[in-house]
């Protein structure tokens, strides 16, 4: 009776309701998950604490800043006892930046979450951009890269003020200095030195102003300026004689200017022939004047009276019978009129009226013996008996005779043809002297 109740049969179970038995009974099938840097959630038809059995379903969540790296994010315990999926949480990561030229970037943890670049530029560069950029969740940056660009001027020097003096008998001092050579703060490379204003060489009086320009090759310029000055030495301006002329050489009263003297026709000069501007600004020599030319009427021979006119003057001799001859008359009505021409010419008028011995001979105002005056008549084979009139030019050249009166502007023609006449009239004209 013991024994029969004790003996049981013994009930075989095949595969398959083994497994059965087990998941019913939640026996692990499944290895347990574990993921690094993230966390499980997982469920199965038998309850949350059955993780790993046959059918059970696993949601994978990664931490902040790690993502999964690959698979789905939810995996099944499957029959062969393996996960339906691979899993695991790795660092987010943001696109490599790229290396500003001229520049670089340090970061405080590469390119991974959260990571800090600050971008920093060479010398001479100038950083276009954000300082700093961090690496963000959806895996960007939080700003664009930056870039390094050229944006400071170079330097350049200009030379100092160049002030020279000019050499003796020169208007201009020769002035030289070498280019300046810029320096850019970024790649030291220059493109163009502009030079404003006059090369070096030859500079005229004054105060020149001058600039140089240099660009980099990023564009940037940066100027810089200076100054010639050149001095010329001079005297005190000096003024031709009355009734003479000056002819200087170089501008007149620089130094090392010579200035020669002239008087005119029938005035005789006075003091230095020529005068030069000195490096103490004074001239050499004594002033110059023009005297009134003294004509002697107290001479032996005619010849003697005429070599005094010796070019200095010419002379227009006109002779009559009588002072009532009405050629004499008209002819010295006429000149009378015209003085300012005659002296302009350099014409002296000598009248000889009158026969031997109660002839007159007269220049101007002064009266010449009657001797003299006959020999005058003689010398130059004058007839009294008739009017008659003689013009010699400033070598005693007997140049023209006429046995009546003409206009003074024929006179005045005539001499004007002479060649002498014709460098005088342009001294005449550079000193301002003309009739009024």
């Given at each position: ?260 003297f002239r008087c005119t026709g029938g005035f005789e000069l006075q003091g230095s022939v020529a005068r030069v501007c000195q490096y103490g600004l004074n001239w050499s020599g004594t ?150």
């Amino acid at each position: 009776m013991l024994l029969w109740a004790i003996y049981r049969p013994i009930t075989v179970l095949t595969a398959g309701k083994l497994r059965q038995a087990m998941c019913e009974r939640g026996t692990p099938w499944c290895a347990p998950i574990k993921v690094k840097h993230g966390d499980v959630s997982c469920r199965s038809p038998r309850g949350e604490h059955y993780k790993n059995v046959m059918g059970a379903r696993c949601k994978i969540r990664c931490k902040r800043g790690y993502e999964m790296q690959q698979g789905h994010p939810e995996v099944v315990c499957m029959a062969s006892k393996h996960w339906s999926g691979n899993y695991a949480c790795r660092e987010i990561r943001c696109p490599k930046l790229q290396m500003p030229a001229n520049g670089g970037y340090k970061c405080s943890d590469g390119s991974y979450f959260n990571s800090r670049c600050e971008f920093f530029c060479s010398p001479g560069y100038t950083l276009k951009g954000p300082k700093t950029v961090t690496c963000q969740y959806h895996k960007s940056w939080t700003a664009d890269g930056s870039s390094c660009v050229d944006v400071d001027a170079p330097v350049i020097k200009c030379p100092n003020l160049k002030d020279k003096t000019a050499d003796p008998g020169m208007l201009t001092a020769k002035v030289t200095w070498d280019t300046p050579e810029g320096q850019d703060t970024a790649d030291g490379i220059l493109t163009d030195v502009i030079l404003k204003g006059k090369a070096p060489g030859n500079f005229p009086e004054g105060l020149h102003k001058m600039s140089y320009t240099v660009y980099d090759r990023a564009g940037n310029k940066a100027s810089c300026r200076f100054s010639v000055r050149v001095r010329v030495r001079r005297c005190s301006p000096i003024t031709p004689p009355e009734n003479g002329y000056m002819k200087c050489d170089n501008d007149k009263d620089n130094y090392g200017a010579t200035c020669n003297f002239r008087c005119t026709g029938g005035f005789e000069l006075q003091g230095s022939v020529a005068r030069v501007c000195q490096y103490g600004l004074n001239w050499s020599g004594t002033e110059t004047t023009c005297a009134a030319m003294n004509i002697n009427v107290g001479v032996r021979t005619a010849s003697g009276l005429l070599d005094q006119f010796y070019e200095k003057r010419r002379v227009l001799i006109i002779s009559a019978p009588t002072a009532a001859n009405h050629y004499y008359r008209f002819q010295m009505t006429n000149l009378q009129h015209a003085q300012c021409g005659l002296d302009l010419r350099h014409v002296t008028v000598i009248e000889l009226v009158g026969m031997y011995p109660a002839q007159i001979g007269r220049i101007s105002h002064r009266l010449i013996p009657p001797g003299l005056a006959l020999q005058l008549r003689l010398l130059l084979q004058i007839s009294h008996n008739n009017f008659n009139m003689v013009m010699i030019d400033k070598q005693g050249m007997d140049r023209e005779r006429y046995t009546y009166p003409i206009t003074s502007a024929q006179i005045f023609t005539i001499i004007d043809t002479w060649e002498l006449r014709k460098e005088e009239i342009v001294l005449q004209q550079e000193a301002g002297h003309t009739c009024q």
